[in-house]
DNA sequence: ATACACCCTGGAGTTTACTCTAAGTCAATA
DNA sequence: TATTGACTTAGAGTAAACTCCAGGGTGTAT
């Protein structure tokens, strides 16, 4: 699969693949002989999995280190498990935080459909919450 | 409330807090007579907003552009409400992307449990979901 | 064989959201 | 009143994660 397949798959751009392989985000890409990327099932899903990752804001850095273990092979087990440990940690600390914006939210955006029919909010109903 | 005490109530810096007064993201803080901040209790309710939503990554802009409707008075009510459910849907599509990180790190997670048990990790246990 | 779209690398530039610095002011304490 | 520590502004600097560019190579359709 050429680079171009895979950025319309995943939509992303040629150069973001390129700069992901070339911090070590994913393993290095299968090369044609003339030198030109041309991805594999593997390869795929190694972009598959560091857009997921990325869509969740895992750091760079910690998807560098995942890569990194990977490759030092079989007795990096433990600690490649304890690092998708930390990100699961990390990832649900980061949702909890969109869900008591999302509360936020809910409570203004129901004062707001209220003040919008009787014309009237109070400051308290747009800075209040609970 | 002098600056010092935001910062320490909210775990940010003083830099921060003169930053979203600066660029617009919360509304102007009262002054005492030799022009230090002394934030009032509205003050207060609106940096608790700023940094609930920027933890859930709102845009600066965004919030920039609330509160401009907001100093603009009452007739902006539902351009603000309709900004609201942007930012309402904007956190879901957000948030959505956290749950599907979530499904891939805990099928991961599964998986290398195993595998640091048994000491067998196959490529698809690495790299398979769902 | 030549045009054309696509690909390559290395390195510089951009964006967002702060974060820091310099040079000075304010306010409480000794 | 002098020191000390916190506060002020304007403006420059920084970190993360891309994003763009120049200059050149690849590959295939005419």
Redesign the pocket.
């Known amino acids: 699969m050429?680079?171009?397949?895979v950025?319309e798959k995943y939509n992303?751009?040629?150069?973001?693949l390129?700069?992901?392989e070339?911090v070590g985000?994913i393993p290095e890409?299968r090369?044609?002989?003339?030198?030109?990327?041309d991805y594999s099932e593997e390869d795929i899903k190694w972009v598959e999995t560091a857009i997921c990752f990325?869509s969740a804001?895992?750091?760079?850095?910690l998807l560098i280190e995942y890569v990194r273990l990977y490759r030092k092979g079989d007795d990096t087990l433990r600690d490649r498990l304890e690092l998708l440990i930390e990100a699961k940690k990390h990832i649900l600390d980061e949702r909890k935080k969109y869900d008591d914006a999302l509360a936020k939210l809910d409570y203004k955006i129901s004062k707001y459909d209220e003040a919008v029919k009787t014309g009237v909010l109070k400051w308290d109903d747009d800075n209040g919450c609970k």
Chains 1, 2 share one sequence.
């Open positions: 050429t680079i171009k397949e950025c992303v751009t040629a150069d973001t390129r700069y992901y070339r985000v890409v090369r044609t002989a003339g030198g030109i990327r990325r804001r895992m750091p760079i850095d």
